[in-house]
């Protein structure tokens, strides 16, 4: 299998303004999110980072996608370092978060057009994929409608499509589920298995058992920072992949739910 | 080609949205209306009858008595015996002004001088005044009038032009900015839509100068549209003729548009960068307002600070300030104006530099 994906050693350390300190009653001023995270994800595969809220799963998808510099380590990406090459590493992939937002003022259209630009895609391959891409997912009928006024479903959808405008190799998922309606959350689901069967290669990070059990090939479960375990969830769960977290959670922390 | 899609991006944005022109070109046109109608309650459409003492022997007298009389009004001249006798007749009300020339001052040459005296309570005092001032700069006179009131209030007239002028203009400069940049950029970062546009590989500096460019094109028709506000109601509003802005020469228009054009890149990019500092619109546009009321007061007080000289043109916008008010004055200050070009258009790179810098760091632009 090809590698598509690999993490070597990711550190991330953030520090703690006074007012989270507050907040947490804590008095430590750094806090380490990731603490030498290693994984690989394989070329066409999805991926899932599963861990608790604050484990640094957001943290590392940052790093992936270039927006945040690890503090050690390196990652690579279809074979361009995070750290060396992050214009070539946004070149091949996609990356979609709940924070990454689209202007309401602007048409899918323009939008579709305009972040192809950004990716420097020539003008013929972005009508042909806008074409195919727009009917693929029914938003040929709203390319023209302000995206302010598209319903959550539509925007969603109309996001996700931005996202691979320039066709990445890989796609990086925060939370892909987080805090949608059931329909919408099927929209993204369905959407990531398109895209699994067109042949791309998914890195997603969630919290939600039942996502990872639906459409993930391998996991990574990730826990204050550190890879607590790896692999198919043949390997890691043996059936029932909560149980089995809750497990690794306890071996790992030491603490009983 | 990833600078040019940024840039078509921000005009798109701009002129596909009849509220944000709407919003652009309303001050102008309210300065307009605004200041005409004070105008028209503050001075009377009467003609004017006027009395004033004459020292010394000038064609330009011929010339003021010719326009004043082709706007229907009247000048009765009245030779300068007395000036004690003159100024009390100033100050009573029973006649306009004093006006004086040297000898050789038709020659233009050294030690010539005009000089006038008038009340600038009264409008009819006013009105002579900004008229013959007009005058003088038509005729092509370079040097400053020697101007005094009998009462100790500060002239008005041309000195309003180059006092007040350059400092309103840094004012509505600095608004129309406000209202472009603000939103574009902690707008964008406020709302999510700058960090998708960072996901993307066009390069941070591009990103910070598609920015820049286009906003300032925007900036430069709301401040044209607040300056023709001013310039068109200012017969009304201060009794200046539009003629005291026809005698300056083409190379002080040009001078003063540059310098102009200038300041804006310099004020949007400092708006830019403030905004991307801050969380939110609202927050940067409480940081922006502060620097606003700076920039108008430091505009005004270099006019009376007579030592801001050299120095003072190497300070982004307020050396382009200090030069308008020199050009508007009647001077020309062509090294101290390409100066104050010079330094803004610097400040203005440095500026991008620092954007580029912020919209690189994961603190300021992701940062909770």
Known sequence: MEEIVRAEGLKKTFTLSKKQQKIERTGETRRVAVNGLSFSAYRGEIYGLLGPNGAGKTTTLRMLSTLIKPDEGDAFLAGHSVVKEPEKVRDVIGFMTSELKLEGFFTPDYLFDFFGAMHGVGKDVLAIRKKELFARFGIDKFAEVQVKNLSTGMLQKVSLVISIVHDPEVIIFDEPTNGLDVLTAKVVTDFLLELKAMGKSILLSTHIFSLVEKICDRVGIIIDGKLAAEGTLGEIAKGDLEKTFFEIYHSVKGEIL | ????????????????????????????????????????????????????????????????????????????????????????????????????????????????????????????????????????????????????????????????????????????????????????????????????????????????????????????????????????????????????????????????????????????????????LSRSVKEASGYVSVLMILFMVLSLVTNFVPSMGGPAYAIPVLGAVVAMQKILAGGLAVWGSCLAVGMNLLFTALLVFVMTRLFSSERIMFGK
């Not at chain 2, 020339?101 to 010539?112: I, K, R, V």
């Not at chain 2, 350059?166 to 970062?189: D, H, N, Q, R, Y």
């Not at chain 2, 993307?200 to 460019?213: C, E, H, N, Q, V």
Request: aromatic content about 10%.
């Open chain 2, 1 to 276: 080609m990833k600078l040019l899609s940024l840039m078509k991006k921000e005009f798109h944005r701009f002129f596909h949205d009849p509220r944000l022109i709407v919003t652009m070109l309303l001050p102008g046109i309210l300065i307009f209306l605004l200041y005409t109608f004070i105008g028209e309650i503050a001075y009377s459409d009467e003609p004017h009858e006027f009395k004033v003492y004459l020292s010394g022997e000038s064609a330009v007298v011929g010339v003021i008595e010719q326009g004043l009389r082709e706007n229907g009004d009247k000048v009765e001249w009245l030779p300068l015996e007395d000036e004690e006798e003159a100024r009390a007749a100033i100050e009573e009300g029973e006649a306009t002004a004093i006006l004086t020339f040297t000898e050789n001052f038709d020659l233009l040459g050294e030690g010539a001088r005009a000089g006038i005296v008038y009340d600038d309570g009264s409008e009819d005092g006013i009105y002579f005044y900004s008229f013959v001032s007009s005058v003088l700069i038509g005729v092509g006179m370079r040097f400053p009038i020697d101007v005094e009131t009998v009462k100790e209030d500060a002239a008005v007239g041309t000195e309003f032009l180059s006092a007040l002028l350059p400092m309103l203009i840094v004012c509505f400069i600095f608004s129309a900015c406000m209202s472009v940049t603000l939103e574009s950029v902690a707008g964008e970062k406020e709302r999510g839509t700058l960090a998708t546009i960072l996901v993307t590989s066009a390069k941070r500096r591009d990103i910070a100068l598609g920015k820049i460019l286009p906003l300032s094109c925007i900036s430069m028709i709301g401040a044209a549209s607040s300056f023709l506000g001013v310039a068109l109601s200012m017969p009304k509003l201060m009794g200046v003729s539009l003629g005291a802005l026809g005698g300056y020469s083409v190379w002080s228009y040009l001078l003063v548009l540059l310098l102009m054009i200038s300041i804006v890149p310099c004020i949007v990019a400092l708006i830019s960068t403030v905004s991307a």
